[in-house]
């Protein structure tokens, strides 16, 4: 196993310095899986969302989908990922009037909900002032109380993809 960092990820997504994305594309055909761990898959979104690219949601959704159909790429932990990606494409698309969830939103607290799993904890909640973040599952308010009811261990994220 190898991991890429964002520079190199971007490359081979962009295709934007022919230098660059050849030796990118060289790393991802080599045969090996290529880590993607979720700090470099959330700049990445980042990046590409930013002011430089503009990247719609649309279009991004349509990335992180690419990547999961890429066979040597592997992340942290593609359950929590690919839950993410559905929570963050379900949301619909940002408009001016109304803030929607964003993709690192999405992957706290799945990214959560899965270490508390993991460690047999009980998830109570992920505290945000983010009102778009708190229409996720266990996001809350600090000082309210969660909806939903605790996991011990993770089955929703568990269910196949």
Request: net charge negative; hydrophobic share 45%.
């Given at each position: 196993?190898?991991?890429?960092?964002?520079?190199?990820?971007?490359?081979?997504?962009?295709q934007?310095?022919?230098?660059?994305a050849?030796?990118?594309?060289?790393?991802f055909?080599?045969?090996?899986?290529?880590?993607?761990?979720?700090?470099?898959?959330?700049?990445?979104?980042?990046?590409?969302?930013?002011r430089?690219?503009r990247?719609?949601?649309?279009?991004?959704?349509?990335?992180?989908?690419?990547?999961?159909?890429e066979p040597?790429?592997?992340?942290?932990?593609?359950?929590?990922?690919?839950?993410?990606?559905?929570?963050?494409?379900?949301?619909?698309?940002?408009?001016?009037?109304?803030?929607?969830?964003?993709?690192?939103?999405?992957?706290?607290?799945?990214?959560?909900?899965?270490?508390a799993?993991?460690?047999?904890?009980?998830?109570?909640?992920?505290?945000?002032?983010?009102?778009?973040?708190?229409?996720?599952?266990?996001?809350?308010?600090p000082?309210?109380?969660?909806?939903?009811?605790?996991?011990?261990?993770?089955?929703?994220?568990?269910?196949?993809?």
């Amino acid at each position: 196993m190898i991991a890429v960092d964002t520079s190199v990820l971007l490359r081979y997504l962009l295709q934007d310095d022919e230098d660059q994305a050849a030796r990118a594309g060289a790393v991802f055909a080599a045969g090996e899986t290529v880590l993607v761990t979720d700090v470099v898959l959330v700049e990445t979104i980042w990046t590409l969302s930013g002011r430089k690219y503009r990247l719609s949601k649309a279009q991004l959704v349509a990335v992180l989908e690419r990547l999961f159909s890429e066979p040597s790429i592997r992340f942290e932990d593609d359950d929590v990922v690919w839950r993410a990606l559905h929570a963050y494409r379900s949301d619909g698309e940002a408009g001016e009037s109304t803030k929607h969830v964003g993709f690192a939103d999405a992957l706290i607290v799945f990214k959560a909900l899965r270490t508390a799993a993991s460690d047999g904890e009980l998830l109570d909640g992920v505290y945000t002032f983010d009102a778009a973040m708190q229409r996720l599952p266990y996001a809350v308010a600090p000082g309210e109380r969660v909806n939903w009811p605790s996991v011990a261990r993770g089955d929703e994220l568990n269910e196949p993809r």
